[in-house]
Every structure is written in structure tokens, then in C-alpha cells.
């Protein structure tokens, strides 16, 4: 029922900022907690962030904790991270996800996902 399409993704230097989207199609956007993960070559998927509902919860993976910002539009059923001060360890393919379960502190125990991006390639070179 739900459609994830990511954008935003390049190819940028160590210490530059990038801001990836994900557009969810259909009007149930509000009835779930978005994340972002990532996968870098050769690495497991990994959590990065997650926002609830409403948008006014958020949390971060320590990795990016201080650096990125989750941030969701459910007028326009748009989700977003402002990634500032990237790091070469920040590549990765980064997708969106959409889940009914808020995991509190556990995002990054392998929760359960619902729906998936296809993903976005994020290069930082060194």
C-alpha cells in the first residue's frame, strides 16, 4: 500500500552536507514511524535515524548523532535528512522505510520494516 521512492544521493567531499528525500505515495504517510538506514559495500544494513508520527520524536544512530537531521512533511508525505559534516564511513546506499512500530531505543536491533526504498548512493570521498 505504501511506495518509497529516495532522491538526493551523490557523490561529495569529506566535510560537505547533502539532503536526501523520500516520497511516499498514498495518504496513510502519517500512520507511520520513517526511518533511514544504510549499507555501505562489504557491511550489514545498518540504522542511522527514525522519526514518529507526529515528527516531534526522533533518534539517532551515535554514528551520525549531532551531524544529521530527520525531519518529516506529512502534508506532502515527504520524508528528509540533512546530513552535515560527512565523513568517508558515510558511504553507503541509504534507504527509506516506513513501519507501524515505534522501536524506541532499539532501532538498531534489526527491527521489523514494512516497506522499503529501493535506495540512494551516497559517496564521500576522502
Known amino acids: 500500500q505504501v511506495q518509497l521512492v529516495e532522491s538526493g544521493g551523490g557523490l561529495v567531499q569529506a566535510g560537505d552536507s547533502l539532503r536526501l528525500s523520500c516520497a511516499a505515495s498514498g495518504r496513510t504517510f502519517s500512520r507511520y514511524a520513517m526511518a533511514w538506514f544504510r549499507q555501505a559495500p562489504g557491511k550489514e544494513r545498518e540504522f542511522v535515524a527514525a522519526?514518529?508520527?507526529?515528527?516531534?520524536?526522533?533518534y539517532y544512530a551515535d554514528s551520525v548523532k549531532g551531524r544529521f537531521t530527520i525531519r518529516r512533511d506529512n502534508a506532502k508525505n515527504t520524508l528528509y535528512v540533512q546530513m552535515n559534516s560527512l565523513k568517508p564511513e558515510d558511504t553507503a546506499v541509504y534507504y527509506c522505510a516506513a513501519t507501524t512500530i515505534w522501536y524506541g531505543s532499539s532501532w538498531s536491533l534489526n527491527p521489523s520494516i514494512q516497506y522499503w526504498g529501493k535506495g540512494t548512493l551516497v559517496t564521500v570521498s576522502s
Open positions: 522519526i514518529m508520527w507526529s515528527g516531534g520524536t526522533t
